[in-house]
C-alpha cells in the first residue's frame, strides 16, 4: 500500500483570519488541495476544513481522538467537514489528521497541528424561580427523561449537507455575546451557558438559521418550548424559549422559515431567544458559524 504523509504546522494567527490554511499537493491520482475556515482557534469555535481531490473511495479527518467524516461540497471532486473546539478544550497544540484512500488502495495523509489559543469566559448570577433550582423527584425524572430525548436526537448524525449557503441569526434583536458563560442561579446551582441570548419581545418571528429537518420539538422542563434542527453533517442548532412552535418534527424548512415566536417558556428571567449550535459532541458558539462560507 502507497502512502504519502505531510506534516504541517496550522496556527492561529489572530481572531477573523478565515483562510488560515491552503495547501496543494500533487499525486498520481491528481491534484489535492485542503483549506481551512474558522473565526478564531479558542474554546467553542468551529473549524470548516475543505478538501478538493480527485474521486476517493473514503476520506476521514481526526481530532482529540474523534473521527469527522467529509461530506460533498460544490461537485464531484469538493468535500468538507466541521470541527468544534469544546468549551474545555486545553490550550497548546492538537494534532489533527486527514486521511483520504483512493480505489487502488494508494493513501495520502495529513498530519496537522492546530495551536488553540485560551479563552477566560465570565461568570453570571441570576435570580429565578426556586422550582428550577430545588426540584422534586418527579421533576427530576422529567428532566432526566427529556435528557435523554435530546441526546438521542443529537446521536443521530445525517451524512450529508442540508445547509444552503452561509448562516444568518435567527431573531431581530440585542445580541448577547454570552456563549460559555459560567451562570450561578439564586447563588448556589452552577451551569454552562451552551449558546448566545438575543434580547427580543415576547411574539417576535424566529427563523431557522439554514436549511434542514426538524428533528425535535417540545415543550421541555429547563429550555421550554424549543425546536432543534439538524443541518447536516453533525451540525444541528436549537431555539429555546419559545412562545409558540410553527412547525413539526420532520418538516424540512429553508434558510430565513419561521419556526416560531419569542417568549419566556423555561427558566428564564424574561423574553428572549436562546440560540444554541452543536457540533456531534461539542456546544459551539453560533456566532462563529457567521464567519464559515457554505455552497448555495
Not at 504519502?4 to 499525486?27: N, P, Q, S, Y
Amino acid at each position: 500500500m502507497k502512502r504519502l504523509i505531510l506534516i504541517i504546522f496550522l496556527v492561529c494567527g489572530f481572531a477573523g483570519d478565515v483562510h488560515a490554511l491552503d495547501m496543494k499537493a500533487e499525486t498520481a491520482h491528481g491534484s489535492i488541495r485542503v483549506t481551512s475556515q474558522y473565526r478564531d482557534l479558542s474554546p467553542g469555535e468551529i473549524v470548516k476544513i475543505s478538501l478538493e481531490s480527485p474521486l476517493f473511495s473514503s476520506a476521514w479527518a481526526r481530532f482529540d481522538g474523534r473521527m469527522h467524516a467529509f461530506v460533498p461540497d460544490t461537485g464531484e471532486t469538493s468535500f468538507f467537514t466541521l470541527i468544534g473546539l469544546g468549551l474545555d478544550i486545553s490550550p497548546g497544540f492538537h494534532n489533527l489528521y486527514i486521511g483520504i484512500r483512493y480505489p487502488d488502495g494508494y493513501e495520502k495523509n495529513f498530519s496537522l497541528k492546530l495551536s488553540i489559543s485560551d479563552r477566560t469566559f465570565p461568570a453570571q448570577r441570576l435570580t429565578v424561580d426556586k422550582k428550577f433550582v430545588l426540584i422534586s423527584p418527579e421533576v427530576q425524572e422529567r428532566v432526566l427523561r427529556e435528557k435523554k430525548l435530546v441526546d438521542a436526537v443529537y446521536s443521530v448524525v445525517t451524512p450529508s449537507w442540508l445547509g444552503q449557503g452561509g448562516f444568518i441569526v435567527p431573531s431581530t434583536g440585542v445580541i448577547s455575546n454570552n456563549f460559555g458563560e459560567k451562570r450561578i442561579f439564586n447563588d448556589g446551582f452552577l451551569s454552562r451557558h451552551r449558546g448566545i441570548d438575543i434580547k427580543c419581545p415576547r411574539g417576535t418571528n424566529i427563523r431557522a438559521s439554514n436549511a434542514g429537518k426538524v428533528v425535535l420539538t417540545g415543550d421541555l422542563y429547563y429550555a421550554g418550548k424549543t425546536v432543534i434542527i439538524d443541518h447536516g453533517a453533525g451540525l444541528f442548532s436549537s431555539y429555546c424559549h419559545l412562545s409558540s412552535i410553527l412547525v413539526r418534527d420532520g418538516d424540512r424548512v429553508e434558510k430565513g422559515t419561521t419556526i416560531g415566536h419569542a417568549g419566556s417558556t423555561g427558566r428564564v428571567t424574561g423574553p428572549h431567544l436562546h440560540w444554541g449550535v452543536r457540533l456531534l459532541d461539542k456546544h459551539v458558539n453560533p456566532l462563529s458559524l457567521m464567519h464559515l462560507s457554505f455552497a448555495e
